[in-house]
């Protein structure tokens, strides 16, 4: 069963600060997301990684992907206070199989919140 | 806005009844994804369908269902309704499965009493 995991699951930073949050899976996978959720909302889309090395920047966020050591990672540079929200990776279960795209397992989610 | 929609917003409803939750994609996604969002259990993928077809079971209960129809638009069915059955549904598409990020929809707040 593929397990992801995310850490830290909270996270209080300071405006202007920069942080990493890290996701971590179980099972071989290359294909994985980024999501944000602000409280009440649904999901956003932030990222999509599609290969090993796979590096993406929008703003102040930088997602990355080492599909070797099962590891993403979601930077936050500079961090303000609009970046406050919770932020899940999510891995797609498809397998060397590849015919069941799409079945997503997400990580806990990590609250960030970020103080001036 | 993603462009997925789901009705109702609300829900509220007492435990043994049946409810229906209904997603319309965005125009020219063929797959539709639902997932159940919990305190306890997290964000839960239930089930996949792509053009009319299931694609994907994940944790999906047997007294829940879905469809999915020629119009493309879903519904997912929940029976027996118990108490631990309250979350937010979330209903997401996608092109295609492959590559494409989920767009996911508002979301519809189930409260079983």
């Known amino acids: 069963e593929l397990k992801v995991e995310q850490n830290p699951l909270f996270l209080s930073m300071q405006e202007g600060k920069n942080y990493t949050i890290y996701c971590n899976y179980s099972t071989t996978s290359d294909r994985l997301y980024w999501y944000r959720q602000d409280p009440g909302k649904s999901l956003e889309s932030l990222f999509v990684?599609?290969?090993?090395?796979a590096v993406k920047q929008e703003g102040r966020l930088m997602a990355s992907l080492d599909t070797k050591a099962r590891l993403s990672t979601l930077h936050i540079t500079a961090a303000v206070h609009d970046l406050s929200a919770t932020y899940f990776c999510a891995v797609d279960m498809a397998n060397a199989g590849g015919t069941s795209y799409g079945k997503l397992t997400f990580g806990q989610g990590t609250i960030l919140t970020v103080h001036p | 806005d993603s462009g997925v929609t789901q009705t109702p917003k609300h829900l509220i409803t007492a435990t043994g009844q049946r409810v229906t939750l209904r997603c319309s994609p965005r125009?020219?996604?063929?797959?539709v994804y639902w997932y159940q969002q919990s305190l306890d259990q997290g964000l839960q993928f239930l089930i996949q369908?792509?053009?009319?077809?299931?694609?994907a079971k994940g944790n999906i209960l047997e007294r829940f269902s879905a469809q999915q129809f020629p119009d493309l638009h879903s519904e997912l069915n929940l029976s027996s309704l118990e108490l631990g059955d309250s979350a937010l549904y979330f209903c997401?598409?996608?092109?295609?499965?492959?590559?494409?990020?989920?767009?996911f929809g508002p979301g519809t707040r189930l409260t079983v009493l």
């Open positions: 125009s020219g996604d063929l797959s």
């Open positions: 990684l599609l290969s090993n090395g």
């Open positions: 369908y792509y053009n009319g077809e299931e694609r």
């Open positions: 997401a598409s996608s092109v295609v499965p492959k590559t494409g990020s989920q767009f």
